[in-house]
């Protein structure tokens, strides 16, 4: 039996992780278009957006906002979104209004604090499509939110991310390569031209 791994893929190239994270976007951006609603999210909340005809009043619409599900649309007709949300929220911090737009029409807009406040979303209800979250570049004016500590690592974080897109280490593989470079320097002697990372 045969103790050997099976090789690994080669990473793609810069240019083709760019023609691979463009056609995911793509893809993402048409699931999303197809949902009766629209959604955006900061790190702490999101807000959930759904065109309502003009004619409809408050209390023609039916929203139901649990502490793990969301209900919300016209009564008597399909709901616009319904299933279990991504994750629990505290119910009684969630608010919604029938707004009136310059054109006559209306929007459903909902606002829902998240309970875990250091979370990305991949979507609303686990039955909808998912993005990816691991594109979500926060706004650096709300990082200024965030206390010193955690601040600090949410810009690891992105630098980390950045660096991988780039295929550059990360903080902590520099620190190690750092390190090795440095007891290099200290032990000339040792040879290390057949030294294996990883």
Not at 70 to 89: H, Q, R, S, W, Y
Not at 108 to 126: R, T, Y
């Amino acid at each position: 039996m045969s103790n050997s791994k099976a090789p690994r893929a080669p990473s793609p190239t810069p240019s083709e992780r760019k023609r691979l994270d463009a056609e995911a976007a793509s893809k993402e951006t048409a699931e999303q278009a197809t949902l009766p609603y629209k959604w955006t999210q900061t790190i702490k909340d999101l807000d959930i957006t759904a065109p309502i005809d003009g004619k409809y009043k408050g209390k023609d619409l039916l929203v139901e906002i649990k502490a793990k599900s969301i209900k919300a649309g016209l009564k008597g007709m399909t709901p616009l979104i319904e299933g279990d949300l991504f994750a629990a929220i505290p119910s009684a911090e969630a608010t919604w209004t029938l707004e009136t737009l310059s054109s006559g029409q209306k929007e459903l807009v909902i606002h829902i604090d998240k309970s875990n406040q250091m979370e990305w979303w991949p979507h609303v209800v686990k039955e909808a499509p998912k993005i990816d979250v691991s594109k979500i570049v926060p706004e650096n004016s709300k990082l200024g939110d965030l206390d010193g500590e955690t601040r600090g690592m949410v810009e690891k974080m992105m630098w980390d991310q950045r660096q991988k897109e780039l295929g550059k280490p990360s903080s902590d593989e520099q620190k190690k390569l750092d390190m090795l470079d440095k007891f290099k320097q200290q032990h000339p002697e040792l040879d290390f031209s057949n030294a294996k990372m990883g």
